[in-house]
Nanobody, 115 residues
Framework: QAQLVESGGGLVQPGGSLRLSCAVS????????MGWYRQAPGKERELVARITSTGSTNYADSVKGRFTISRDNAKNTVWLQMNSLKPEDTAVYYC?????????WGQGTQVTVSS
């Protein structure tokens, strides 16, 4: 089973930026949908951003205009560029992909936005 390894999380001040990376231990060229979810304490996991193999993207309303998702099939990697971060973006961010109807998840990376 392929592994997804996230990196790039950390502590940042409001208004700052972070770039999350998700490296997948298999070719992602045949994977249609990949993306990022997040889960804040006491809240349900929510979809943050999604990208398809054709480059089509979807974002949660709360992050539109601030976050950008991208993927590189040659590097088997998907990124999430997060700008203008707010305290409410604090959460564990999980990379995922869907393959033949099954969701595969990374272990998560903590993002904390605080002054």
């Amino acid at each position: 089973q392929a592994q997804l390894v996230e990196s790039g999380g950390g502590l940042v001040q409001p208004g700052g930026s972070l770039r999350l990376s998700c490296a997948v231990s298999r070719s992602i060229s045949s994977i249609y949908a990949m993306g990022w979810y997040r889960q804040a304490p006491g809240k349900e996991r929510e979809l943050v951003a999604r990208i398809t193999s054709t480059g089509s993207t979807n974002y949660a309303d709360s992050v539109k205009g601030r976050f950008t998702i991208s993927r590189d099939n040659a590097k088997n990697t998907v990124w999430l560029q997060m700008n203008s971060l707010k305290p409410e973006d604090t959460a564990v961010y999980y990379c995922y992909y869907v393959y033949y109807g099954v969701n595969y998840w990374g272990q998560g990376t903590q993002v904390t936005v605080s002054s």
